[in-house]
């Protein structure tokens, strides 16, 4: 089945920038998208179609994917930025995928 | 507003059956695909499955084959996600997304649902 690896955890300064990669065979070759999930809440769709923004999303928050690896960047991270992320596409099937997910702390 | 509202929590014994509920509103309900995902306790998201609403066509996730059941009632845009043959490992909370058909992501969530196995 189609895997996709995300570091466990990141930490980063206030004002920061926060890199989360998202690896997978090939995955330069299809759409990811990334979620933020606080504890409690709903996930929140922040990146899609690679590098796209929905609507009332941050600038700060981009993203690229190229070759194995898709990255999730936040410019200037904010205390409020602090969760987890999860980067999701799909596999030769067309079944969705979940990343491992990454827990961004910042301080 | 788009919203998906979701049923209340559930209790459940091994070997039983559950069904969980989410109401769109907001949007043309049968215009989406409806996602179930799941996070069980201290784990990560787990995507279950797809219906589309327009003409009721599901697919799910490997795993699941066999033990979830998804159906939808266009008269009231519910989706309905139901879990048989519960075990403990299905004890997660179960959220439902709206997805664009044909692109491959969830747009809109809702609030999730606990689920509850244990005898």
């Known amino acids: 089945s189609y895997e996709l690896t995300q570091p466990p955890s990141l930490s980063v300064s206030p004002g920061q920038k926060a890199s989360i990669t998202c690896s997978g065979d090939?995955?330069?070759?299809?759409?990811v998208c990334w979620y933020q999930h606080k504890p409690g809440q709903s996930p929140v769709l922040v990146i899609y179609?690679?590098?796209k923004r929905p609507s009332g999303i941050p600038e700060r928050f981009s993203g690229s994917n190229s070759g194995n690896t898709a990255t999730l960047t936040i410019s200037g991270t904010q205390p409020m930025d602090e969760a987890d992320y999860y980067c999701?596409?799909?596999?030769?099937?067309?079944?969705?995928?979940f990343g491992t997910g990454t827990k961004v702390t910042v301080l | 507003q788009v919203q998906l509202v979701q049923s209340g929590a559930e209790l459940g014994k091994p070997g039983a059956s559950v069904k969980v509920s989410c109401q769109a509103s907001?949007?043309?309900?049968?215009?989406?695909?409806l996602h179930w995902v799941r996070q069980a306790p201290g784990q990560g998201l787990e995507w279950v499955g797809w219906?589309?609403?327009?003409?009721?066509?599901?697919k799910y996730a490997q795993k699941f084959e066999g033990s979830v059941t998804m159906t939808r009632d266009t008269s009231n845009n519910t989706a309905y996600l139901e879990l048989s043959s519960l075990r403990s490992d299905d004890t997660a909370v179960y959220f439902c997304?709206?997805?664009?058909?044909?692109?491959?992501?969830?747009?809109?969530w809702g609030k999730g649902t606990t689920v509850t196995v244990s005898s």
């Open positions: 999701q596409s799909w596999d030769s099937n067309y079944a969705y995928v």
């Open positions: 090939r995955l330069g070759t299809k759409d």
């Open positions: 219906i589309n609403p327009n003409g009721g066509v599901t």
């Open positions: 907001g949007y043309t309900f049968t215009g989406y695909y």
């Open positions: 179609g690679d590098f």
């Open positions: 997304a709206r997805g664009p058909n044909h692109y491959f992501y969830m747009d809109v």
